[in-house]
T-cell receptor
Framework: KQEVTQIPAALSVPEGENLVLNCSFT??????LQWFRQDPGKGLTSLLL?????REQTSGRLNASLDKSSGRSTLYIAASQPGDSATYLC???????????FGKGTRLSVIA | DAGVIQSPRHEVTEMGQEVTLRCKPI?????LFWYRQTMMRGLELLIY????????DSGMPEDRFSAKMPNASFSTLKIQPSEPRDSAVYFC???????????FGQGTRLTVV
């Protein structure tokens, strides 16, 4: 059974810092991995999708990497801003048409 | 497309009442998922459908929970009778197989008193 772990559970950084959020999964035979952002009381917003054949994806200040063999992904946020404060969730899909398995998220606070 | 649409956004009901949550997936998506989110357990999959057919409902906590997808553009999650421990945020998500991103609705916050 696939399990997804995110470390740390919470993180507080000053504005402007570059930071890395970590995600690990137990079964390396994944189909793809997706990073989401969730603001308090809101739904999930998709940030990046990495297919199993890819090593990384970039969107603006966000860069997500994938190392399938070690069962790890990282989300790099450059030049953090207070507006980046949210919970970041990592989720993996084991095969096409199967559901996403989620980690419990990392709650990020960027202090101005 | 307006994205995944869920209704209602908030529901407060008394214990023992029937609750029906609704979801309209993104047009053209053939996979639909129902998740429940709580502080203690995070996001848990309840059930998912492919091409309107339920594939795995092992996450449905009890027989009080049921879900249907009568057509490609509509799904319901029903709880009957509701209990206080069912209080949570229920999310619906859809995708085009596993190829595309999964998109989530805004969720229904259910409170059972």
């Amino acid at each position: 059974k696939q399990e997804v772990t995110q470390i740390p559970a919470a993180l507080s950084v000053p504005e402007g810092e570059n930071l890395v959020l970590n995600c690990s999964f137990t079964d390396s035979a994944i189909y793809n991995l997706q990073w989401f952002r969730q603001d308090p009381g809101k739904g999930l917003t998709s940030l990046l999708l990495i297919q199993s054949s890819q090593r990384e994806q970039t969107s603006g200040r966000l860069n997500a990497s994938l190392d399938k063999s070690s069962g790890r992904s990282t989300l790099y946020i450059a030049a953090s801003q207070p507006g980046d404060s949210a919970t970041y969730l990592c989720a993996v899909r084991n095969s096409g048409n199967t559901p996403l398995v989620f980690g419990k998220g990392t709650r990020l606070s960027v202090i101005a | 497309d307006a994205g995944v649409i869920q209704s209602p956004r908030h529901e407060v009901t008394e214990m023992g009442q029937e609750v029906t949550l609704r979801c309209k997936p993104i047009s053209g998506h053939n996979s639909l998922f129902w998740y429940r989110q709580t502080m203690m357990r995070g996001l848990e999959l309840l059930i998912y459908f492919n091409n309107n057919v339920p594939i795995d409902d092992s996450g449905m906590p009890e027989d009080r929970f049921s879900a249907k997808m009568p057509n490609a553009s509509f799904s319901t999650l029903k709880i009957q009778p509701s209990e206080p421990r069912d209080s949570a945020v229920y999310f619906c998500a859809s995708s085009l197989g596993g190829v595309t991103e999964a998109f989530f609705g805004q969720g229904t916050r259910l409170t059972v008193v």
